[in-house]
């Protein structure tokens, strides 16, 4: 009797127990009263209810299936009209959602007539927009375009897009976009998408007062094991922390040790490794300075997020941070904290000529539910005015070579005279560009497994292994 | 002409069986049977959960036979067992060029999950029942306060616990420090992690045991009690021999309820250690069934990992089920 209602009510678990809780004083008095439920009549019709229910899963089944087949022949060309651009992305909050509405509201200058069906898909998490996108195109209902990590990571769509060389990369884009940002634009040898912005990930932030105080020079550092030496310094003559980190997840640890392969392997080991043949001595040596670090850590890094490290930064608590340049978006927005006189930025010893890349773009989807106004919008995000708007509220740069940034603050300007600056713009591989979803899983697989043992060959193996 | 209908349900009432008395039964056509005439009531929800519940499972075992991967539509020309291959054995399938490794170790940390977590969810909740059951005062607030755990989400509790686990902060630290055991790594700790995940979870849901206990306790008239203190039977005796052996109805249903809440520990695994990646020795089937289909798109992978998990709730489930049946309590 008691027993029935819970087992259906499994999912509504905590208001079922109010339930139970409220009628408890009536089942003491209630001993039995099971003899209803075991009556003929209700087994005979619970044999029915069985078959039935068979019936109804085969037909349930039937449609399922059939209604595949039969929702190819839609072709998607859904409500709204014909220019109206369904633009979906996960800038649902903060300084994300300032600079996609910035970036409509100068292309609507431009283009009154285009009408947005824009839709922020809530959660902020990119990994449920590339859901919803997914589901959007099983249906065969693609959108105009979406925010996307271009390179590698296009593969996730693979056969979703259409060319846009000949109407979108123009001649203008192609010698404005400098080549690494260009390469991880092309999806198999074919431009599919319209990079807009570029966050940097070979970074080292600082906090001044700390760094003055255990008397390291920032810009005197060459290599990631300076990195480890001034560590070490700091531990010895300050309180702070020397070196701020989360490890509860992995990104910044694989963000942390591609930052420092880069620097240790160069330019063509970093290569060789994102293009499967990596050199497991290469990859095992950039673990072991990840391990000689993780003595600077915070003491409870297994237990704080990215923004709890960074905010130790701020406050002093700790002298540097590694992370993408999104890490000074905190910092500007905090008032007395200021670039250059409380905080600042250098390229993460050993990796100075590289800008390693993460970018958002906006690709060109198949089957186009507003195939005009797209090509419009994405010439727009092109240009170096739509994406100056876009990026001087998000805090990262622009990929084009020829923007004017003088809008931008001094540290995005600074990031940007860097990254023309740059001998090579390698892809991330924590951030999607440089390796296949499926390999970037087996790696971030690996550092799961690096984060409870501290284990450099084993990882590295694991590494190697993770591309076959 | 007579109308077919007519004929056919004419022919429907005069199916008649003789019973053993000689008479026969009144039951008339087919239409007029109560399971019939209760269609409009019983038909609508049963169509809907047969769809939705078991179409959706029955289509995902068929999935899971396909190679669907990546975007398109899956071919359900070919199936075979191969993805329940790889899940066990590991191996290149043919949907991918990367070695996929098997599933054995997030399945073993799902029963182990599942094991200590019932276990002691139980035996911590009789516990407390019976501690409740004796009268004392401010009862309705003491149930509260044990059952109060249960209404927050698995991501409150995920976050309530990171903090609670700080090596540096966290109450658990500070309370091993004062019993002169130092600073412990928990949360990245192989060899702690899954235990405190559990933890976690047994401290959300043992007030759940309890009122499922409780509930049990106050079913059993107080003669039981009494006669029992009669024969001269010590407290501890009484409960052994008298009282608990009643509470095998509640037990079974509770654990039960707690088995499935483990199964679906995925939500906290992915608040704690922010996304799909707990490490090997918190990963379990849930975690790894979300990583192979939402981060891969090996689609009918997940599905076969998907069924390996229903079968394991359903081998909970069943002889439950089963015995309830038999005892004439379903």
Redesign the interface.
């Known amino acids: 009797m008691?027993?029935?209602p819970?087992?259906i009510n499994?999912g509504h678990?905590?208001l079922l127990?109010?339930c139970?809780?409220a009628?408890?004083?009536r089942?003491?008095a209630?001993?039995h009263g099971?003899n209803l439920?075991?009556d003929k009549?209700t087994k005979?019709?619970r044999r029915?209810?069985l078959t039935?229910?068979?019936?109804?899963?085969?037909?349930?089944?039937a449609?399922?299936?059939g209604g595949?087949?039969g929702s190819?022949g839609s072709n998607g060309n859904g409500s709204g009209g014909a220019n109206e651009l369904e633009l979906l992305h996960a800038w649902s909050s903060g300084d994300g959602n300032a600079a996609i509405a910035a970036l409509i509201e100068g292309f609507q200058e431009e283009h009154p007539d285009v009408e947005f069906a824009e839709e922020p898909v809530d959660g902020a998490a990119r990994?449920n927009l590339?859901?919803v996108v997914?589901n959007k195109?099983?249906a065969n209902d693609p959108p105009s375009t979406f925010q996307l990590w271009p390179g590698k990571n296009l593969a996730?769509?693979?056969?979703?897009y259409e060319d846009i060389e000949d109407d979108v990369w123009t001649d203008d884009l192609k010698e404005n976009y400098l080549a690494g940002p260009q390469e991880q634009a092309q999806y198999n040898g074919s431009y599919v998408s319209v990079p807009l912005n570029i966050h940097r990930i070979n970074n080292l932030f600082y906090n001044t007062a700390v760094l003055e105080e255990a008397g390291v020079d920032p810009a005197s550092l060459s290599s990631a094991s300076d990195v480890v030496s001034a560590c070490e310094t700091i531990a010895a003559e300050t309180d702070a922390v020397p070196f701020a980190h989360q490890?509860?997840?992995?990104?910044s640890t694989v963000q942390l040790w591609e930052t420092i392969l880069l620097g240790q392997a160069g330019i063509d080991g970093y290569e060789a490794f994102i293009n499967g043949n990596g050199d497991a001595g290469q990859v095992q040596t950039a673990l072991e300075s990840v391990v000689e670090l993780s003595e600077y850590y915070?003491?409870?890094s297994?237990?704080?997020?990215f923004t709890e490290a960074n905010t130790m930064v701020m406050d002093g608590d700790a002298a540097f941070i590694h992370q993408g340049d999104w890490a000074a978006g905190a910092y500007s927005n905090a008032d007395g904290f200021n670039y250059g006189e409380d905080w600042g930025q250098v390229t993460y010893p050993g990796t100075s000529g590289s800008y390693l890349l993460n970018m958002d773009s906006f690709p060109f989807m198949a089957n186009n539910p507003s195939p005009e106004a797209t090509r419009q919008f994405l010439s727009y995000c092109g240009t170096a005015e739509g994406q100056v708007r876009f990026n001087a509220e998000k805090g990262s740069i622009p990929p084009r070579s020829d923007a004017d940034v003088s809008a931008l603050n001094q540290f995005q300007q600074d990031q940007f005279e860097d990254f023309n600056a740059a001998d090579n713009q390698p892809p991330s591989v924590e951030h999607g560009l440089a390796v296949s979803?499926?390999?970037?899983?087996?790696i971030?697989?690996a550092?799961?497994?690096f984060?409870?043992?501290y284990d450099a060959a084993a990882t590295a193996d694991a590494l190697i292994?993770a591309?076959? | 002409m007579r109308n077919p209908l007519t004929v056919l349900k004419r022919r429907l009432s005069e199916h008649r069986e003789v019973r053993t008395d000689g008479g026969t039964t009144s039951a008339g056509s087919i239409l007029d049977r109560?399971?019939v005439r209760s269609a409009p009531f019983?038909?609508p929800p049963?169509?809907l959960?047969?769809?939705?519940i078991?179409?959706?499972?029955?289509?995902n075992i068929?999935l899971s036979l396909t190679d669907f991967q990546?975007?398109?539509?899956?071919d359900?020309s070919a199936l075979d067992f191969e993805n329940y291959v790889v899940a066990f054995f590991g191996g290149t399938p043919s949907w991918?060029?990367?070695?996929v490794s098997p599933i054995w170790n997030s399945a073993w940390n799902t029963v182990v999950l599942m094991v200590s977590f019932s276990v002691v969810c139980l035996a911590l909740g009789l516990v407390l029942a019976i501690l409740v059951d004796q009268e004392i005062r401010f009862e309705n607030t003491f149930?509260?306060i044990y059952?109060l755990p249960?209404?927050l989400s698995f991501v409150v509790t995920a976050k309530f616990w990171?903090?609670m686990?700080?090596?540096?902060?966290?109450l658990v630290n500070l309370f091993l420090g004062a019993v002169g055991v130092g600073?412990v790594?928990?949360?990245?700790?192989?060899d702690l992690?899954l235990a405190a995940v559990a933890f976690a979870l047994i401290w959300q849901f043992s007030g759940?045991a309890m009122?499922?206990y409780?509930?049990?306790l106050?079913?059993?008239?107080t003669s039981h009690f009494e006669a029992a203190r009669v024969d001269g039977a010590s407290t501890l005796r009484m409960y052994w021999r008298v009282i608990i052996p009643q509470l095998r109805?509640?037990t079974?249903?509770a654990l039960?309820?707690l088995t499935?809440?483990s199964l679906k520990a995925f939500d906290f695994l992915f608040s704690?250690?922010?996304?799909?990646?707990?490490?090997?020795?918190a990963?379990i089937l849930a975690t790894r069934m979300v990583?192979e289909a939402?981060?891969?798109?090996?689609w009918a992978y997940g599905s076969a990992i998907a069924v390996i998990l229903f079968i394991m709730a359903l081998a909970i489930v069943t002889p439950y089920i089963y015995s309830?049946y038999k005892r004439?309590?379903?």
């Not at chain 1, 039935?52 to 089944?61: D, E, I, Q």
């Not at chain 1, 297994?302 to 997020?305: D, F, K, L, P, R």
């Not at chain 2, 078991?54 to 289509?59: E, L, N, R, V």
């Open positions: 008691l027993i029935y819970m087992i499994v678990g905590h127990s109010y139970i809780t009628k408890i004083g089942f003491r209630d001993t099971d439920m075991t009549s005979l019709s029915t209810v039935t229910t068979g019936a109804a899963a085969v037909t349930g089944l449609g399922c299936t595949d087949e190819g990994s590339d859901q997914l195109l099983q996730k769509f693979d056969g979703a490890t509860s997840g992995t990104w915070p003491g409870d297994s237990s704080i997020t979803p499926a390999v970037k899983t087996n971030s697989d550092f799961s497994s984060l409870e043992n292994g591309s076959n | 109560d399971s019983w038909l049963f169509l959960i047969g769809l939705f078991y179409g959706a499972i029955a289509w068929v990546g975007l398109g539509s899956p359900y991918s060029e990367l070695t149930r509260t059952l249960m209404s990171l903090y686990y700080n090596v540096e902060t966290g600073p790594e928990i949360v990245q700790n192989p992690k759940y009122i499922v409780l509930a049990g106050r079913a059993i008239p109805t509640a079974v249903s039960v309820v499935v809440f704690m250690y922010g996304g799909y990646q707990p490490g090997p020795s990963d990583r939402y981060s891969n798109g090996n309830q004439g309590e379903l």
